[in-house]
Structures are given as structure tokens and as C-alpha cells.
Nanobody, 124 residues
Framework: VQLQASGGGSVQPGGSLRLSCAASGFTFDSYAIAWFRQAPGKQREWVSCISSADSRTHYADSVKGRFTMSSDNAKNTFYLQMNSLKSEDTAIYYC??????????????????WGQGTQVTVSS
């Protein structure tokens, strides 16, 4: 399993960015795919997840209504559309994957597979 995140950058508060994660070595129909982030000096934070087991998209309260996670099975790529960005969204964003074939919905467990991260900076 390999994950490659891209699309980070610098944006002003209120702006938008779309992150992409190119995946290989697995298909989305039996994995949970997710985004985490880590800001300087803070703990890693779970952001959003799509579960193949329950076919639902889950969001952290801090991003609900502003971020949208989606996937393109044909391209084996998933995305995080981030709108109305705030300074507190500044972090390194990581895409992740977890096999759900044995234990079902896994959006709330620590994923096994991680991409390398992409920096998002929200500043005026």
C-alpha cells in the first residue's frame, strides 16, 4: 500500500484548497480512507474518513460544514476539499488507509498506512 498526498500550499483565511491522495496497492472497496492533520506543537488530529464497510463519510466537528471528503475509484485517488479555511487549519495533512475486510468499519482506529504529508498554511 502506498499513499501520496499533494495539493497543500499557502492560502488566506476564508480561502480554499483541495488536497489529493493518490493510492496504490489496494482498492477502496475494502478499506477505510482518511485524512489526519498535525499542527506544530499539537497532537495529531483525525479530520475525515470514508468507510467502505458502512458507506459513510465521517467528519471531525472542527471541520464539519467546511471540508468535504470524496473519492474517485477509477483513479484510485481521494480528496479533501477545504473551504472557509481558518488559521487553526494550518497543519501537515496526511492521507491514510486501513483494511476493513476483517473487522469492519475502521474510521475510528489508528490507520496502518500513511502517506508522507502535505503542508497547509492559512495566514493573512
Amino acid at each position: 500500500v502506498q499513499l501520496q498526498a499533494s495539493g497543500g500550499g499557502s492560502v488566506q483565511p476564508g480561502g480554499s484548497l483541495r488536497l489529493s491522495c493518490a493510492a496504490s496497492g489496494f482498492t477502496f472497496d475494502s478499506y477505510a480512507i482518511a485524512w489526519f492533520r498535525q499542527a506544530p506543537g499539537k497532537q495529531r488530529e483525525w479530520v475525515s474518513c470514508i468507510s467502505s464497510a458502512d458507506s459513510r463519510t465521517h467528519y471531525a466537528d472542527s471541520v464539519k460544514g467546511r471540508f468535504t471528503m470524496s473519492s474517485d475509484n477509477a483513479k484510485n485517488t481521494f480528496y479533501l476539499q477545504m473551504n472557509s479555511l481558518k488559521s487553526e487549519d494550518t497543519a501537515i495533512y496526511y492521507c491514510t488507509a486501513e483494511d476493513e475486510s476483517r473487522h469492519g468499519s475502521s474510521c475510528y482506529v489508528l490507520p496502518t498506512f500513511w502517506g508522507q504529508g502535505t503542508q497547509v498554511t492559512v495566514s493573512s
